[in-house]
Structures are given as C-alpha cells and as structure tokens.
T-cell receptor, first 115, second 111 residues
C-alpha cells in the first residue's frame, strides 16, 4: 500500500503571497489531519477533515484553511504569508479518525520557507 | 503553559546505552499516549502507544505511563546508531481525534 504523499516537498514564497499544499492519504483512509512543525513549537494541530467536512480545528488564524475532496485528497491553503509561517507542514491520514486509538500515518511533509 | 512538555535535548549516547526520554503533561483528560520517531527529512512514524498506566514493552522499547504524576517515558535498551532520530511524545483524550505533541527530543547514538 502506498503511503501518504505530499506535494510539493519544498516551497519558497515571499511575504504576502498565498500557497496551496496537497496531501494524498493512504488508500481507504478517510481522515486527513494537518500539522505545522517548527523547532520551537513542535507539531501543532491545524485541522482535521473527514468525508469532506472539517471536524476539528486548532488555534490558527483564518489565513489557514483547508478542504477535502471526495477521493479524500486534501489541500491546505495559507493566504497572506508571514515570515512566521515558515515551517514543515505535515499531513497525516487515518482510517476513521474518530477513535483515539486510530493510528495516524504521516507524510514526509512540505517544507515552506517565507522570505 | 504548553499542554505537553518535552526536553528538546539534544541527547548523545554511546552505542549500547540505555536511553530515557520523557514528557510531562498538564491535561488530566489525556488517556491515550504515543511515541513517534522522526528521521531527518521524514514524517513521524508511530513507535508505540498505550492507554493505561504502567509499562508496555516492544522489543528494545518500553513505554511507561504514570498518570498520577502526569509523566510518560520511553526507554530504549541496547541503543543502536539507527535509533538516531527525533522522538516525539503525543497524547489525546478519549473523545477527540486531536493529538497533542511534545516538541521532540533529538537523539544521537554514537557507534
């Protein structure tokens, strides 16, 4: 079974621009979660989608948004980029996401650098 | 105060040493505890999970949870250079699917 894939792997943008990141979950998985990873804050939860609906949301500003398509693929968008948005953005998929024992499988991440 | 605290290290040990990695947490509602390993340029991968106090063993790895002290540990016996990675603790309540992560501890095992 193919793992979680994320595109692009690396991205360089300038302040004020917007960016869209893509995540393809493991086949059959319906839950996709997004995280931001920085050295100082670690992994911080952005949001989780299940069957095209956002089920959970972390404490990030409205500039961070996402969506999920009918094939479970998910996109994350960040508008009006700030220097502090430079981070590794990780996507994780799980089969149901509704059970706390449901294992999350992470992709390799997209490294975003904002200049 | 962050809900999950983890010493970032870095931690450097000789091959064969016993490694102890620790996290503390503040939310007594956390019921499910996990350890992830993250190699450079990779996403985290699940090592172990447990949802009760006490010890859980898997090969060279032992996860320990003390809910009364809100303290979890991961022990690595006979550490190998291939164990060199960042180790992240994570936890969640039993009602949600949101995981709270520590910042990770960087471990280097020297041959």
């Amino acid at each position: 079974k193919a793992g979680v894939t994320q595109t692009p792997r690396y991205l360089i943008k300038t302040r004020g621009q917007q960016v869209t990141l893509s995540c393809s979950p493991i086949s059959g998985h319906r839950s996709v979660s997004w995280y931001q990873q920085t050295p100082g804050q670690g992994l911080q939860f952005l949001f989780e989608y299940f069957s095209e609906t956002q089920r959970n949301k972390g404490n990030f500003p409205g500039r961070f948004s996402g969506r999920q398509f009918s094939n479970s693929r998910s996109e994350m968008n960040v508008s009006t980029l700030e220097l502090g948005d430079s981070a590794l953005y990780l996507c994780a998929s799980s089969s149901n996401g509704g059970q706390f024992t449901d294992t999350q499988y992470f992709g390799p991440g997209t490294r975003l650098t904002v200049l | 105060q962050k809900e999950v605290e983890q010493d970032p290290g870095p931690l450097s040990v000789p091959e064969g040493a016993i490694v102890s990695l620790n996290c503390t947490y503040s939310n007594s509602a956390f019921q499910y505890f996990m350890w992830y390993r993250q190699y450079s340029r990779k996403g985290p991968e699940l090592l172990m999970y447990t949802y009760s106090s006490g010890n859980k063993e898997d090969g060279r790895f032992t996860a320990q949870v003390d809910k009364s002290s809100k303290y979890i540990s991961l022990f690595i016996r006979d550490s190998q250079p291939s164990d060199s990675a960042t180790y992240l603790c994570a936890m969640s309540t039993n009602t949600g699917n949101q995981f709270y992560f520590g910042t990770g501890t960087s471990l280097t095992v020297i041959p």
